[in-house]
């Protein structure tokens, strides 16, 4: 069966493809070509290819690629491939180009059409410099450059600004067509992740959530007065890490350090029910980290930490470096949320320890902190936030792509997860960041938010898996994100099943159905 893309893929060719087809000049029948992002079609869009298809008989419509593309942080909204088959669609179009190229420059030369239609709005205040150079390359070879009449423009950026387009199944659908995936080999891959052994080094945080209801407030101080119902306690930071992997099928080993105190108690024993080895080095001079927040009527009103930020001592340093280097393993994640265990300090000892032919995986997961994702360099896969990435960095301004890049080229890493909150994330593989395989965005998932707190640790533990059976950053970076979107959807930090993503990728695989 014929999908409703392959109706449309002919049309989208190269500009050596399109200058064959239409032949050289002079020719008996006219070419037309525009030139655009085209990130969302709207009225104005269509109203500009009509008016160039009135004057020519064939319309090529060029896009530019999604890296050349620095309107806004997270633009394009769609992706290279989905723009080119939005405009295939079209009847009046008759060939697409996603131009490679930063302008159109090179391609008006290749395939000299006999008009280079523009929007009128570049002619309002006098042609710009980079329209001149259009009209120079045109009129150098002999054709036209004409000006879409009108008095009224549609702006792409506002409309996105106002609305974005939720396109995320069809992105995801594009996505999977071209790298190869189905449904069916995404499951396969969940059916493999059992029986690698992973080692997990890092600072465990006890997740509380302290129920109340509100009372009121004092007359006297601006003072909120709730009553107390019950206090949930859960294993989390790089012991939630731990416990999605083996919730997945791992083999996990757990090296972190605790405090001498109740909450010690409760991990080693939630870590064992779990089918966890800890390695765990009790250190007397620090509690182990809690993270209370108290929650009233679903909001939370306060959190309350206790924590000792000191750098931990160079015997217990020593103690988890020989740990990190005797314990036999097929992959090591560095789980860093800066409360002791990992700074500049420590790391390369910790790195210099890693068993040689390990997969090694960081992530850094730092709320109140700065830690330096780059520390971690020559990595098989890093998965930082946008935040971290920007510490890092030393870059506020950027558009994701180019943050990216940047990063991924400092720490050296084969695969980089950036997380972007709400919007998902995007993937960087290969240092060929011309090539439009380089990056890759998939969307959240997440169709009821209830705690958000987690979604990366799931992410990080079902990716490194994934990763380690299939060597596809796609596939899974796919699982990865399902896996996150299980987390978000229920409250408390609780380990992430292989059946509960099972069920999400079906609960998708049935909205492509309408898409």
């Known amino acids: 069966m014929v999908s409703l893309s392959d109706r449309f893929r002919h049309k989208i060719k190269t500009a050596e493809e399109i200058a064959k087809a239409v032949g050289p000049r002079p020719r008996k029948k006219k070419v037309i070509m525009c030139h655009g992002v085209f990130d969302v079609v709207h009225p104005g869009h269509l109203r500009h290819l009509l008016y160039a298809k009135s004057k020519a008989d064939i319309l090529v419509a060029s896009l530019t690629a999604d890296r050349h593309i620095a ?55 006098g042609l710009p410099p980079k329209t001149l150079e259009e009209r120079d390359i045109v009129h150098g070879y002999g054709g036209e450059i004409i000006f879409t009449p009108g008095d009224f423009v549609y702006s792409s950026s506002r409309l996105i600004e106002a609305a974005p387009p939720n396109i995320r199944v069809e992105k995801l659908m594009m996505l999977m067509e071209g790298a190869g995936l189905t449904f069916d080999s995404l499951r396969k891959t969940l059916d493999k992740l059992g029986g690698r052994r992973v080692h997990v080094v890092g600072d465990t945080i006890v997740d509380s959530l302290t129920h109340t209801s509100m009372i009121g407030g004092q007359t006297k101080t601006p003072t909120i007065s709730v009553l107390y119902e019950k206090r949930i306690d859960y294993i989390g930071g790089a012991g939630i890490v731990a416990e999605h992997l083996r919730a997945a099928g791992a083999d996990v080993v757990f090296s972190t350090v605790l405090g001498d105190d109740a909450l010690k108690d409760f991990v080693l024993e939630g870590l064992a029910k779990a089918g966890i080895e800890c390695k765990a080095v009790i250190d007397r001079t620090r509690p182990t980290t809690n993270k209370n927040a108290i929650v009233s009527g679903g909001y939370r009103l306060l959190k309350i930490d206790t924590l000792d930020n000191q750098s931990i001592t160079d015997d217990i340093l020593g103690v988890i470096a020989k740990a990190v280097k005797e ?60 935040r971290e990435a920007r510490f890092a960095t030393g870059d506020q301004d950027s ?117």
């Open 327 to 386: 314990t036999p393993t097929d992959a090591v994640v560095f789980s860093d949320f800066r409360h002791g265990m990992f700074n500049r300090r420590t790391i390369p000892t910790l790195v210099k320890a890693i068993p040689p032919k390990s997969y090694k995986v960081a992530d850094s997961q730092v709320a109140s902190r700065w830690g330096n994702i780059t520390e971690f360099k020559d990595f098989d896969l890093i998965t930082p936030n946008e």
């Open 399 to 515: 558009g994701i792509r180019p943050l990216a890049v940047s990063l991924y080229d400092t720490a050296r890493c084969k695969t980089l997860i950036l997380k972007l909150g709400d919007k998902g994330v995007l993937t960087c593989r290969g240092g060929d960041h011309e090539s439009a395989d380089s990056f890759f965005v998939v969307d959240s998932f997440v169709d009821r938010l209830v705690d958000g707190v987690g979604a990366g640790d799931a992410l990080l533990a079902y990716a490194t898996l994934s990763l380690m059976v299939t060597r596809d950053p796609v596939a899974s970076t796919i699982i990865g994100v399902m896996a996150a979107a299980c987390e978000c959807e229920r409250d408390g930090n609780l380990p992430v099943t292989v059946d509960d993503v099972r069920r999400k990728l079906e609960a998708v695989e049935r909205q492509t159905a309408f898409a």
């Open 71 to 125: 309107k806004g942080q997270y633009r394009p909204h769609v992706p290279q491939d989905l723009r080119a088959l939005n405009l295939a669609a079209f009847e009046l179009v008759d060939y697409v180009l996603i131009d490679p190229e930063q302008t159109p420059l090179k391609n008006l030369g290749l395939i000299q059409p006999d008009f280079f239609a523009k929007g009128y709005e570049y002619t309002a205040t």
